[in-house]
């Protein structure tokens, strides 16, 4: 279906859906043309008539009440008869509901189109979405075209520490994730080779190792591991390291590793934090998975 078609199809769901809701009260037979108001009130009488005949059967009246109940009955039925109100003209026109109902099933759609031909634009929404469509793809263009000159640049500059870090998590924004690690690797070797501080270059291969990952499906063994076990000899402290050694762990069935890992990322979390938390949680739901001894 082409948006042209969805916009109609859109529009004449309103119309049916307002005709929907106006046309049934208009169009249905009202009780007024099925029972006038006098043979309501023939009604009404005959039914307190009967009430009156079942209390006398039952004991309840004697025959002089049944005599005078039945005479009062009936002076107000006269009286009601004598007052009642004359129905209205347009109970008194069946026909004009059904005019009504009919004329509006015709001018609200026509009124639409018309409405719509004057002040709207058919091809709008056909222009908006191709607009975005085509707005959408030449900045992701625009995106690559930046992604590339960066890794050209940097080829130039195989030093620039930050350059790789931001080239990697572009690279991780866009789902390349082996790019991602290789970048972060490329860090890793120019952040060694200034002798920057070992917290830098520990966070460097957590990222490396966290790119790796993403990059495996989520597995992480083989090279993820051997990432964190630098990260962990650079700086023990390092967050991210301390995470995902622990999931790694987890995922290997070694649950006092685990709880050794997470633990001491625990002791590095500020207290209530969200993250801590978490690992509180985690720490609980592992101990709930050790074998009783």
């Known amino acids: 279906m082409t948006d042209m078609q969805g916009l109609w199809l859109g529009a004449l769901s309103l119309v049916l859906l307002t005709l929907a809701v106006l046309l049934p009260s208009l169009l249905k037979e009202t009780k007024a043309l099925e029972r006038s108001s006098e043979d309501a009130l023939r009604g009404l009488y005959q039914d307190q008539m009967q009430e009156l005949l079942r209390e006398h059967r039952s004991g309840n009246l004697s025959d002089t009440d049944l005599a005078q109940a039945e005479d009062e009955l009936q002076s107000r039925l006269l009286i009601e008869l004598d007052h009642r109100v004359q129905p209205k003209a347009w109970g008194q026109r069946p026909w004009l509901p059904r005019a009504s109902g009919l004329l509006l099933a015709v001018v609200i759609p026509v009124a639409a189109l018309v409405l719509y031909v004057q002040a709207g634009d058919p091809q709008a929404a056909a222009r908006l979405a191709q607009a975005q469509e085509v707005g959408h793809s030449a900045m992701e263009g625009q995106v690559e075209a930046m992604v590339q000159g960066l890794a050209l640049r940097l080829r130039e500059q195989p030093d620039n520490v930050p350059g790789w ?14 790019e991602a690690a290789d970048a972060y690797q490329r860090a890793v070797d120019a952040a060694k080779a200034q002798e920057m501080d070992a917290q830098d270059q520990a966070r460097l291969w957590a990222d490396k190792a966290d790119a790796l990952a993403s990059a495996q499906g989520g597995d992480l063994s083989g090279d993820v591991l051997l990432a964190l076990e630098n990260a962990l000899q650079l700086y023990p402290q390092q967050h991210k390291a301390l995470a995902l ?46 074998p009783s001894k």
């Open 165 to 178: 870090v931001m080239l990697a998590r572009s690279y991780e924004t866009m789902g390349r994730f082996a």
């Open 245 to 290: 050694a622990g999931s790694a762990a987890l995922a290997r069935g070694d649950l006092e590793k685990t709880k050794e890992y997470w633990q001491a990322l625990l002791q590095l979390l500020e207290p209530g934090s969200d993250i801590a938390l978490r690992i509180q949680d985690d720490l609980v739901r592992l101990e709930q998975l050790e």
